[in-house]
């Protein structure tokens, strides 16, 4: 793999971020909608991106917008444009002058926050209020509203709520029902489905030609167990993903009995990572809720009313120990305390 990678917020390690990716793999319902409606005149103001991470929300807005601000420079009933188009080389480098990406960045510190700030959001308001520099459509995408706190979430709907015209929001959101209802009404919902496995498989040999060292033998082991997500089947690629991820399921499907020793051992493994088994981990144990709040798996001690806060622990704890390097055997601890609190009676 490549030394070092910029730090950003939707990029995996040293892969090609989203708005590097040229061709999006999989999501062809999505692709025909915004292709329909486009020739139709009828592009909604905004499209609210939502599904499981990794699975290529971020990668479908970026092309979304290449095509919208490419003027739908694109073959007949697709929206791929030519990566050597000026609009597909101005998105992928953040300079194209009418698109506005609200997501983390580094702070003075070099650190990723947690959150994107609120006067980040707030850039919003000017961006939408001057008229488009290139005369077309303007183009906002936010990675991702989840990202986003509550004094963010409204500076972002008061333009929500009267878009100016060809303006549109390409919005990303990991779990858009737990988004402010008065955002969600104002969209259109676009839910994705995750990948296939084949489709895992293509997109970890597309990007093997960027990260030569991926073990592509590897590569059917990690799409199976990767849920659909390509950014899991990273994760599992990553040193010693696969075997954290083995090791946690184990713990998981003895949550209730689990020793202090055998977290212990967990967290040692997790200690000096640099993302791909701290991400398998965590990886792991949201799959383990899914399945529990969806109903593809049942565990009678489970109470399923505290499945939804469980889960946002769990997130905020992963991305407070990545953002401030906390220590990997506290974090494996607290979030194994959280789950335990959803067997509770």
């Not at 592009?43 to 499981?52: C, F, I, S, T, Y």
């Not at 060809?166 to 988004?179: K, N």
């Not at 209802?181 to 969209?187: E, L, V």
């Not at 919902?189 to 030569?212: G, H, I």
Request: charge should be neutral; aromatic fraction near 4%; include cysteine.
């Amino acid at each position: 793999m490549k030394d070092a990678a910029p730090l950003e917020g939707d990029r995996f390690g040293t892969a090609p971020a989203p708005r590097e990716t040229a061709h999006l793999i999989g999501h062809e319902e999505a692709q025909a909608m915004v292709r329909t409606a486009w020739d139709a005149g009828r592009l909604p103001h905004a499209l609210l991106l939502g599904g499981a991470e990794g699975i290529g929300k971020a990668t479908l807005a970026y092309t979304i917008a290449r095509f919208v601000l490419s003027g739908g420079a694109a073959p007949a009933h697709a929206i791929d444009v030519d990566p050597g188009h000026p609009a597909a080389r101005q998105v992928a480098a953040l300079s194209h002058p009418d698109l506005l990406v609200l997501r983390r960045t580094p702070n003075d510190a070099g650190k990723l926050p947690s959150m994107i700030p609120a006067e980040t959001v707030r850039r919003v308001r000017s961006f939408f209020g001057s008229t488009a520099a290139l005369g077309g459509w303007r183009v906002c995408i936010v990675d991702t509203l989840d990202e986003m706190n509550a004094q963010g979430a409204n500076a972002l709907l008061k333009t929500l709520e009267e878009p100016p015209t060809r303006s549109l929001f390409l919005l990303v959101s990991h779990a858009p029902g737990r988004l402010l209802p008065t955002i969600r009404s104002r969209c259109r919902m676009v839910p994705l489905r995750a990948l296939t496995v084949a489709q895992v498989v293509e997109a970890l040999e597309t990007l093997s030609v960027n990260l030569p060292a991926l073990d592509r033998s590897r590569f059917p082991e990690a799409a199976e167990a990767s849920g659909g997500s390509v950014r899991e089947a990273l994760a599992l690629l990553e040193g010693d993903g696969l075997a954290v991820r083995n090791a946690t399921k184990v713990l998981l499907d003895a949550l209730s009995e689990v020793e202090p020793k055998a977290l212990h051992a967990l967290g040692e493994r997790l200690q000096g990572d640099r993302g791909g088994a701290l991400a398998s981990f965590v990886g792991t144990v949201e799959g383990w809720i899914s399945d529990h709040a969806t109903g593809r798996r049942q565990t009678a001690s489970v109470r399923l009313a505290r499945l939804p806060e469980v889960w946002e622990k769990v997130r905020r704890a992963a991305v407070d120990a990545e953002v401030y390097n906390l220590d990997r055997k506290t974090l494996v601890f607290r979030i194994f305390a959280s789950l335990n609190e959803a067997l509770r009676p």
